[in-house]
T-cell receptor
Framework: DQQVKQNSPSLSVQEGRISILNCDYT??????FLWYKKYPAEGPTFLIS?????DKNEDGRFTVFLNKSAKHLSLHIVPSQPGDSAVYFC???????????????FGKGTHLIIQP | NAGVTQTPKFRVLKTGQSMTLLCAQD?????MYWYRQDPGMGLRLIHY???????AKGEVPDGYNVSRLKKQNFLLGLESAAPSQTSVYFC????????????FGQGTRLTVV
């Protein structure tokens, strides 16, 4: 039973426009959420995170929004650039409730394609 | 600035053979993890370690063993490989007081025929 869901396997966006990647979770114990970016034949690299006490975190072109009541988070990339083409994984942990050492629970990923 | 290094990068095994995947990190991190990624799937946790000499089971531990004899190294063993263990394996590490962020190696692509 998937605890972290990314329901869009792929997303195509024009260069310069906004990319919005969505993620839903079911486990109420999750209190820390991360987005990872992955290029082919490489390991995932950390992009941005948010704790459950916030509803928004921004880092340059990347913003993550968290809606705890809906158990939903989204990653916004503005403006989208060709180098953003990659697979994006949403991940979650129960960091602040003592489960931080237990590893991350990942979604299946969304393949973002930025078209020129 | 190596970070997390996995050895080997590629391997082909015959069913029933054994092998060990090595993960080494030079960031003095306490926690280390082994994940597997299958096509169309996210990463799934196999085993993890919260310190030297400790290991614990993750979501999909069957068929694997691990050891953490040194803080910087985390070994993943397959005693008798099966085709179902064909996958890409990722090692990760994180500091003890981290905020949850994990640092990943480049992956090992394992094919069991």
């Amino acid at each position: 039973d998937q605890q972290v869901k990314q329901n869009s396997p792929s997303l195509s966006v024009q260069e310069g426009r906004i990319s919005i990647l969505n993620c839903d979770y079911t486990n109420s114990m999750f209190d820390y959420f991360l987005w990872y970016k992955k290029y082919p034949a490489e390991g995932p690299t950390f992009l941005i995170s948010i704790s459950s006490i916030k509803d928004k975190n921004e880092d340059g072109r990347f913003t993550v929004f968290l809606n705890k009541s809906a158990k939903h988070l989204s990653l916004h990339i503005v403006p989208s650039q060709p180098g953003d083409s990659a697979v994006y994984f949403c991940a979650a942990s129960a960091l602040y409730s003592g489960g931080g050492a237990d590893g991350l629970t990942f979604g299946k990923g969304t393949h973002l394609i930025i078209q020129p | 600035n190596a970070g997390v290094t996995q050895t080997p990068k590629f391997r082909v095994l015959k069913t029933g053979q054994s092998m060990t995947l090595l993960c080494a990190q030079d960031m003095n991190h306490e926690y280390m993890y082994w994940y597997r990624q299958d096509p169309g799937m996210g990463l799934r946790l196999i085993h993890y370690s919260v310190g030297e000499g400790t290991t614990a089971k993750g979501e999909v531990p069957d068929g694997y063993n691990v050891s953490r004899l040194k803080k910087q190294n985390f070994l993943l063993g397959l005693e008798s490989a099966a085709p179902s263990q064909t996958s890409v394996y990722f090692c990760a590490s994180s500091p003890k007081r981290t905020g949850g962020q994990q640092f990943f190696g480049q992956g090992t692509r394992l094919t069991v025929v």
